[in-house]
């Protein structure tokens, strides 16, 4: 569904991904480990369209989306649910909810967000409040519900995890394995390793801008080079 | 207790009309981090615009105004694609010297177009002023009032209430995160400063008939709309408005009371009392936009 071939990209003269080639196929859910700095990030943002690609390609079925803009991207459907959640803290929950939906048009963009206030129910309670105000497990729902308002047939997450409490954690798990349930594909860059592989099918690990290591995710798991990385020993 | 009315409603139909500038201004900043010197240069567009179209060509008054407004909003949408786009990125003071030049070439444009002559504007309305209870206002001022509320509620439907107005708030509080949403982000901004220096053109165009056109006369306009904006808080929509309704309020019975040569001083002594007691503005929320 999504191929990477050989992808440098890049900030100034800082080189943060030399050569990176994956895929993600249909239904799978894919995890990207690796060290900070080793260009998880800079691949999603490279994939989304925030970061251009210097050389190489990117094809989304069957099309070539390098080169196109973060809006466009977004058109052909890949949602990108940023570090850090990154809701917009001065508008409302609904109005965030409103402006997932922003590259639709029509009636069915009501029945998503009543489906979205159905999975989640406290954004139901607090869709008139400033989604700053709430907690960073609340916002990690509504950022996952505005990312499911483009109806995307690729969602990429960028350390869902990072900063929540263990409780918050388990719920965004949870979500994550739903989505990759009812059909939605899922690339994941994730800290928390051991979760990740564990709901993971396939996972990637980076380094220094490359890829240095794929397989099945089971078998990842208790690879020695992993565990000792990544793992805790 | 007579004057004192008859001051508030000058006060609110001049405080009105900066809280135009004001909200201009600071929608500008608040979204593209431009401080734009050449704002007062729109409201000194709207102005010639409504003598040539009102004067020159004897089109309606009101059409004059609206073809004013129009057409600052269309020239402030050309100068964000030409000067602002290809400096996206630059530093803040890059821009703000560009939006200077602006400034210093149109302000010399319009001396070379019309002359150093101040010039009226024709309005159809009668000079008598009407008298309501203890205040009497000229029919003119009056439509200016309504005119100034008409444009400030719409302005604030715009930005509360409708799905670009969303999106333009999206925008302010985090541009990448917008861009992924699918928000065409240079659309946004191109938006944001038609919006802006619409208004001041048309701040400009509603003024121009009370008072006189001449090529300078956004020059004071231009720190009126600065001195709102540092009143209400930089990037703040409902502070813009607030602030503009209280100084031009705090002018007129500065005049009123004090001196009428005053009137501008009485202006910036509240704002160098803002900012030494207050320096985010009067109604600054931390990081607060739109």
């Not at chain 2, 405080?15 to 981090?33: D, E, H, P, R």
Request: with cysteine; hydrophobic share 50%.
């Amino acid at each position: 569904m999504l191929t990477l071939e050989s992808v440098s990209a890049g900030y100034g003269r800082v080189e943060a991904l030399r050569g990176v080639s994956l895929g993600v196929r249909r239904g799978e859910l894919v995890c990207l480990l690796g060290a900070n700095g080793a260009g998880k990030t800079t691949t999603l943002k490279t994939i989304s369209g925030l970061v251009q690609a210097r050389s190489g390609r990117i094809v989304f079925d069957g099309e070539e989306i390098h080169g196109l803009d973060a809006p466009e991207i977004v058109r052909r459907g890949i949602a990108h649910c940023p570090e850090g959640r990154r809701v917009f803290p001065f508008l409302t929950v609904e109005e965030n909810l409103r402006i997932g939906a922003w590259t639709r048009r029509g009636a069915e963009i009501a029945a998503d967000m009543d489906r979205v206030y159905a999975s989640f129910p406290i954004l139901s309670e607090r869709r008139r409040q400033p989604a700053g105000t709430l907690s960073g497990g609340e916002q990690q729902m509504l950022a996952i519900g505005r990312a499911l308002m483009s109806r995307p047939r690729l969602i990429l997450f960028d350390e869902p995890s990072l900063g929540l409490a263990p409780t918050a954690v388990e719920i965004t798990f949870g979500i994550i394995k739903e989505i990759r349930e009812t059909g939605t594909t899922v690339l994941m860059v994730e800290q928390n390793a051991y979760g990740a592989l564990r709901m993971a099918d396939r996972a990637y690990v980076m380094e220094a801008g490359r890829i240095t290591l794929d397989g099945a995710a089971r078998d990842l798991l208790h690879d020695a080079h992993v565990k000792q990385a990544y793992l805790g020993g | 207790m007579e004057a004192f009315l008859q001051h508030l409603l000058n006060g609110l139909l001049l405080g009105g009309t900066y809280a135009l500038l004001g909200i201009g201004l600071t929608l500008i900043f608040g979204l593209m981090n431009v401080v734009n010197f050449a704002h007062g240069e729109f409201y000194t567009l709207g102005a010639y615009l409504t003598f040539a179209a009102a004067s020159l060509l004897r089109v309606n008054f009101v059409l004059a105004i609206a073809v004013a407004i129009l057409g600052g909003s269309l020239l402030g949408a050309l100068c964000e694609r030409v000067l602002l786009r290809p400096l996206r990125g630059e530093s803040i003071d890059t821009t703000m010297l560009v939006m200077i030049g602006l400034w210093i070439a149109t302000q010399n444009g319009e001396l070379l177009a019309w002359g150093g002559v101040a010039k009226s504007i024709p309005h159809p309305f009668p000079t008598a002023p009407i008298v309501i209870g203890p205040v009497s206002v000229a029919p003119l001022r009056l439509f200016v009032l309504a005119a100034v509320l008409v444009l400030i509620a719409g302005s604030h439907v715009l930005i509360h209430r409708t799905r670009l107005g969303v999106a333009m708030r999206a925008t302010f509080q985090d541009r990448e995160t917008a861009a992924l949403m699918g928000i065409d982000v240079g659309g946004i901004h191109t938006l944001t400063f038609a919006f802006g220096s619409g208004l001041a053109a048309a701040a400009g165009a509603l003024l121009g008939p009370i008072f006189l056109v001449y090529p300078s006369m956004g020059d004071l306009a231009a720190l009126k709309a600065f001195s709102v904006v540092i009143l209400g808080g930089l990037g703040n929509f409902a502070g813009a408005t607030l602030g503009g309704v209280i100084l031009g309020i705090a002018e007129e019975l500065g005049a009123g009371y004090v001196s009428s040569g005053y009137r501008d001083a009485v202006g910036f002594v509240i704002i160098i009392l803002v900012l030494l007691v207050r320096p985010s503005g009067l109604f600054a929320r931390a990081g607060r936009v739109g």
